[in-house]
């Protein structure tokens, strides 16, 4: 994750070797665990992403209320790693927001990570990515100065619950984050983070 740490041997899980950041504590599984991206696209096709649904809706909500309060009506902005269902666009867009979609599987179109936006939201999407320092560094290219991340994923806390942990068992998760490494980030990319409620991080990039 901030590809300066050394990774030392953390857990060995159902066959699954976990690997624990020293510098950054992020939890990230052995390359060798790793889906291959047709057994990775057959578990997101799973997933029931339906707008319509009100828990799902609710559970969007955590990362979509906090950013409607920090943009401006009209601002335009990015689902990053919308997956298959627009439901996060469709809330910001009843306030008047104007986003665009991106995902390599459902919405794969690069033009759209072409432009800088006022706000990018990116809502369970870090813990599957193989290169997340990349990753971050575009999302970074993504905003404007002045801009606000929204990221949401489960924050890893208590090693001793790692094992049965719910979010561990989903095989497409290979990025596990404490509020500390997300800390970590923002400090490199000259961002300020603030956690409105659980699993929810904002980034604001500054001026
Ligand atoms: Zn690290």
């Known amino acids: 994750m ?16 976990y690997l624990r950041c020293q510098l950054c504590e992020a939890t990230l599984m052995a390359r060798e665990n790793w889906l291959s991206p047709e057994e990775e696209r057959a578990v997101y096709d799973l997933h029931n992403n339906d707008p319509g649904d009100s828990g799902y809706r609710a559970f969007l909500e955590k ?11 009209g601002a335009v ?18 306030s008047a927001m104007d986003v665009s ?18 706000f990018v939201t990116c809502t369970e999407v870090v ?23 929204g990221i949401m994923t489960c924050f890893q806390t208590c090693d001793e619950r790692f ?17 500390t490494t997300l800390r970590l980030v923002a400090e490199r990319m000259g961002w300020v983070m603030s956690v409105p409620c659980k699993d929810v991080a904002i980034f604001y990039k500054p001026l």
């Open 77 to 94: 902005g990015l689902d990053f790693g919308c997956g298959p269902g627009p439901a996060l666009a469709e809330i910001l867009r009843e």
């Open 127 to 149: 813990e599957h990515l193989h290169s997340p320092a990349k990753v971050f560094a575009q999302l970074d290219g993504l905003l404007k100065p002045g801009g606000w991340l």
């Open 63 to 73: 990362l979509a209320l906090p950013m409607i309060e920090r943009t401006p009506s």
């Open 163 to 179: 094992d049965n942990w719910h979010y561990r068992r989903d095989p497409t998760h290979i990025v596990f984050y404490r509020e």
């Open 101 to 118: 979609l991106y995902d390599p599987f459902f919405c794969p179109e690069p033009s759209v990570l072409q432009r800088q936006y006022d």
């Open 2 to 17: 901030c590809e300066q740490g050394a990774l030392i041997g953390f857990r060995v899980v159902g066959g699954k070797r």
